[in-house]
């Protein structure tokens, strides 16, 4: 990490888990345990348990996010949530294009980018993921991927947008396997995303871009993680559910 350039985030992403009463109890739990982190503390939350996250989070240094959003304002789109409908709740955060949202529901780098204009339109912060398959990595295609993915979803975002994205490096290998990508793996990786922005937007405004990694870091890991330069913060998907776990990465990153 390299605070005096960039924001460290570290956002819990909790994916179909917590009722609203759960994640009230969650919050309530965490929010003493992070009140002091060095770090922006973002949870990214089921769309039904926003409006009892937000209440549980008030006051606090925890911000709110949604874990995906449509690209249209409104239609009939059964099942789908608009950003205005969002920031009217008073969401902060929105993740976009995760792994798991590619494989089970038809997301492309198309509907990313889609997805992720129509956030920042509305003014959130959009937390865009990519990431390459263990095949795609055993091929040698890595960097070309992760460029493309980047460049592909942050295309027509102008640079004054980009100070509200955040870029997560998951590799698909990684997410919920237990399989953690090395230190150096994920600086790697988090590398070619800053060159991607780089080549786009220059290479003074990709110092400025958080990137986070995202692929089971957890309690154990996050401290070598954060320890690399490229290694802005993290998407969390299970310890984000356990205050103690989040709290001990919440503070690697505070370091």
Not at 10 to 38: C, F
Not at 163 to 188: C, F, H
Not at 193 to 215: C, F, K, S
Request: proline share 2%.
């Amino acid at each position: 990490m390299n605070k005096s350039l960039r924001k460290a985030v570290i956002a819990g992403n909790w994916k179909m888990n917590k009722t609203p009463a759960e994640a009230a109890a969650l919050i309530n739990e965490m929010k003493p345990l992070v009140a002091d982190a060095d770090c922006d503390v973002v949870l990214c939350v089921p769309y039904v348990d926003i409006p009892a996250a937000l209440e549980a989070a008030k006051g606090s240094n925890i911000k709110i996010g949604a874990e995906n959003v449509h690209f249209k304002a409104s239609g009939a789109y059964t099942g789908e949530i608009s950003a205005e409908m969002l920031t009217a709740l008073g969401v902060e955060y929105v993740v976009i294009g995760h792994s798991e949202r590619r494989q089970y529901f038809g997301e492309t780098d198309q509907t990313v980018n889609l997805r992720s204009l129509a956030a920042l339109n509305a003014g959130l912060k959009a937390i865009i993921c990519v990431g390459e398959t263990l095949e795609q990595r055993e091929l040698g295609y890595t960097e070309t991927l992760l460029k493309y993915q980047t460049k592909m979803a942050l295309t027509n975002v102008t640079a004054e947008q980009l100070k509200n994205v955040i870029i997560a490096y998951e590799p698909v290998w990684a997410i919920g396997t237990g399989v953690t990508a090395t230190d150096d793996q994920a600086n790697e990786g988090n590398k070619y995303v800053r060159d991607a922005i780089a080549e786009a937007y220059g290479a003074d405004v990709a110092e400025t871009v958080t990137v986070q990694y995202g692929g089971s870091m957890n309690a154990k890991n996050a401290e070598g993680l954060l320890s690399k330069e490229h290694v802005d913060g993290g998407l969390i998907g299970g310890a984000s559910l356990k205050a103690a776990d989040f709290s001990v990465i919440v503070k690697a990153a505070s370091k």
